[in-house]
C-alpha cells in the first residue's frame, strides 16, 4: 500500500510541476507535442492547433498546452544537441516544411536505425531538391537542423542538370557517384511525370503516331524492338515490330513484298491508310 500511495504522490508531484513548467518542443501542423517530466512522458494538441514550428509551450490541462512563443535557434540547436545526426539529401516535399529525405551513407544508417528506406524529416526550412542536409533522430521522428555546408555544392548541380536533359537513372554517371546519389536520383525523377523510360517510350511512339494521323493503343518491350498496338484514323487495329533505335519497321503486320524496313512508324500509319503508296 506504502509503495501505491509513493507512485499516486509522484504523479500528483509531477502534475504539478507539469502546470509550472514551460517546454521546448517541435510541432507539425496538425501533429501533438511531447514533454517529459519527473521521467513521465506527456503528450499534448497545441494550442493554436495550425501551429508549426518549434515552439514553447506551456500545459494547460492533461490534453492540451499553448504556444507561448516561438523557440529561437540557440534554443533549437540546445535540444536537438541531445539526438544523433543524420545526413540525408531532399527528395521532394511531402506536405509543407515536411521532406522526404535519403541517407548520404546507407551503411550508417543501418547502423543507426537497422532499416535503410527514405525517412520523412519535418520542419524543413531551407533547401530543395538534391540538397544535402543534417538531420536529428529523436527514436521517433527525424528533424531538420541546418544545410550540410561540408558537402560539395557541385554534386546537387550535376543532379538538378541531369533531370533536365532527362538522362535516365541507367545513364546517370560523373566523379564521386556514389549509390546512395543514383537511389536519389531514381526517388526524384520517379515524381516527375513523363521522366522514367516505359513513359519517354510510350510519349515517343504516341507523336510519331499521331504525326502519321494514328493512335497508340498499347506497346510492349521485346529488347531491342517494340510490338505497337496502334490504330488508323477509319479505327482499324494493327500490330506492328518497330526498332528501338531509330522507329523503324521491323515487321509491318502486312505484306510489303519486303520493303518493311523502307518505313518508320510515322510513315506505315500512311501505308495502312494507303494515303501515300
Avoid at 36 to 45: E, Q
Avoid at 72 to 93: A, K, M, S, T
Avoid at 147 to 153: A, E, L, Q, V
Wanted: charged share 25%; net charge negative.
Amino acid at each position: 500500500m506504502t509503495n501505491i500511495r509513493k507512485l499516486i504522490n509522484q504523479i500528483a508531484d509531477a502534475e504539478s510541476e507539469l502546470y509550472t513548467t514551460q517546454f521546448l518542443a517541435p510541432c507539425v501542423k496538425g501533429g501533438r507535442v511531447r514533454t517529459r517530466v519527473a521521467g513521465m512522458v506527456y503528450t499534448f494538441i497545441p494550442k493554436p492547433s495550425k501551429f508549426e514550428g518549434w515552439g514553447i509551450f506551456q500545459a494547460v490541462d492533461v490534453k492540451t498546452a499553448r504556444v507561448v512563443e516561438e523557440a529561437d535557434l540557440p534554443q533549437i540547436g540546445e535540444y536537438l544537441q541531445h539526438f544523433p545526426q543524420i545526413r540525408l539529401r531532399l527528395v521532394h516535399q511531402l506536405q509543407r516544411q515536411t521532406w522526404l529525405g535519403y541517407p548520404i551513407n546507407e551503411a550508417d544508417m543501418r547502423q543507426r536505425l537497422q532499416v535503410v528506406k527514405p525517412i520523412a524529416v519535418h520542419l524543413v526550412t531551407e533547401g530543395v531538391v538534391f540538397e544535402q542536409i543534417i538531420a536529428r533522430w529523436n527514436g521517433q521522428s527525424c528533424w531538420f537542423e541546418e544545410i550540410d555546408r561540408r558537402t560539395n555544392p557541385i554534386i546537387g548541380e550535376i543532379l538538378q542538370s541531369a533531370v533536365k536533359q532527362r538522362i535516365p537513372v541507367e545513364e546517370l554517371q560523373f566523379k564521386d557517384m556514389t549509390p546512395e546519389l543514383r537511389t536519389v536520383y531514381e526517388l526524384v525523377t520517379k515524381q516527375i511525370d513523363g521522366f522514367t523510360q516505359p513513359q519517354q517510350d510510350e510519349k515517343r511512339l504516341k507523336k510519331a503516331l499521331q504525326m502519321g494521323g494514328g493512335e497508340l493503343n498499347q506497346f510492349n518491350d521485346r529488347g531491342d524492338y517494340w510490338t505497337v498496338d496502334w490504330t488508323t484514323a477509319d479505327g482499324v487495329r494493327h500490330s506492328s515490330a518497330i526498332a528501338k533505335s531509330d522507329l523503324t519497321v521491323i515487321s509491318s503486320g502486312i505484306c510489303l513484298s519486303g520493303r518493311d524496313r523502307d518505313f518508320d512508324l510515322q510513315s506505315l500509319v500512311a501505308v495502312m491508310e494507303q494515303q501515300e503508296y
